[in-house]
């Protein structure tokens, strides 16, 4: 992968997926966070499009072990490969996104532009094109938490004890269902699902390749997210559309249903808002009116009080630590 300069990190949150979404005019779709695959679950949130996976990326597996088969779909699909740092957020989510075939979400002109350019295109030559749009970039980092003291990856030295991690799509294409990860050459075939089958479809495939996944990390490792690329929302008002006038308690249903959907939404919404604003400038101002007015003595005298307090507590612990610590 080359230089992430520009690039900023994501966070595995639904609201931030959501609004990366939007923002690049995609509708019709919103990102749920998932706290299991139990099919009654995934049942309320269809029809579900995608599920985004974040995990603690280890190395890629040899494909000689891996769960799955490396090959590309037989049909039309969208795979790119992720080439610079930082980005695998918005990779796997346009990943997802760019294979949806639903009438009822359309991707906007950002996205319907670069997929129509892309065609024909190798993932790698796919992956430049998403890094290198401008619109792309700035909607991603533009749900980045502020950070005053932020250093790019080329000034920041490396700590090999630090955890990496990584987002990947999983998703039906035709009758199988692959995981799209911009780190491999090619998209990883999981095998053929029952789109005639009672239970919960393409998620039950997913369900078990994810804990096979899972499986294969440490017993108690807990540092795993998921997340369901939804059209929920949609089905919903649809459903509610369609309802005689008569059935008022169906209706109420719906409706209450609907009114929290909108509600989280919003929550998002003022969650991101407060996400990208900078309160350096408001801190330091407030500090600076109350040295001016002499009311900060009694404050820092408890702060030293407080940390002579912890020193203490250290050392008859027997931790080694410098006093100003």
């Known amino acids: 992968m080359a230089d ?8 595995s949150d639904p609201g931030v997926f959501t609004g990366i979404l939007h923002e690049l005019g995609v509708r019709g779709v919103q990102v ?9 679950l995934l049942k309320d949130l269809e029809p579900v499009y995608a599920l985004i996976f974040l995990f603690k990326w280890v190395g890629n597996a040899d494909p000689a072990t891996m769960d799955g088969n490396l090959q590309d ?8 490969h992720q080439v610079i740092n ?41 992956g430049w094109t998403l890094s290198n749009s401008e619109k792309l970039r700035e909607v991603h980092n533009s749900f980045a938490r502020s950070d005053p003291f932020h250093l790019e990856d080329h000034q920041r030295p490396d700590d090999p004890s630090e955890d990496a991690y990584h987002f990947i799509a999983y998703l039906p294409i035709g ?31 997913a369900r078990s390749v994810l804990e096979r996944r899972i499986a294969t990390y440490p017993a108690g490792e807990v ?9 929920r929302k949609s089905r919903l008002e649809a459903q509610l559309e369609a ?21 989280r939404m919003k929550d998002w919404e003022t969650e991101n808002a407060l996400r990208r604003h900078n309160y350096i400038g408001l801190i330091h101002a407030m ?20 940390m002579k307090e912890r020193v203490a507590e250290r050392k008859a612990k027997g931790e080694v630590m410098m006093e100003d610590d």
Not at 32 to 40: A, H, I, V
Not at 73 to 80: E, I, L, M, T
Not at 290 to 304: P, S, V
Request: charged fraction near 25%.
């Open 4 to 11: 992430s300069a520009g690039w900023s990190l994501t966070e």
């Open 32 to 40: 749920e966070e998932l706290w299991g695959l139990d099919s009654d």
């Open 73 to 80: 779909p037989p049909q039309d699909h969208y795979f790119a």
């Open 86 to 126: 930082n980005a695998c957020a918005s990779i796997a989510l346009l990943n997802a996104a760019l294979n949806i075939r639903d009438p009822n979400v359309t991707l906007g002109d950002e996205l319907t532009n670069l997929q129509a350019f892309s065609e024909g295109l190798d993932p790698e030559t796919r």
């Open 175 to 205: 009758d199988e269902v692959y995981e799209l990860d911009g780190l491999k050459p090619k998209p990883v075939c999981h095998g053929k699902w029952d789109a005639n089958a009672s239970a919960g479809g393409w998620t039950d495939l």
């Open 223 to 231: 540092m795993f997210n998921l997340m369901a690329l939804t059209g």
């Open 243 to 263: 309802l005689p006038v008569e059935s008022s308690g169906e209706r109420f249903e719906l409706e209450e249903t609907l009114r929290g959907i909108e509600e």
């Open 287 to 306: 500090l600076v009116e109350l040295a001016k007015q002499d009311r900060l003595g009694a404050q820092i005298e408890a702060a030293k009080s407080k």
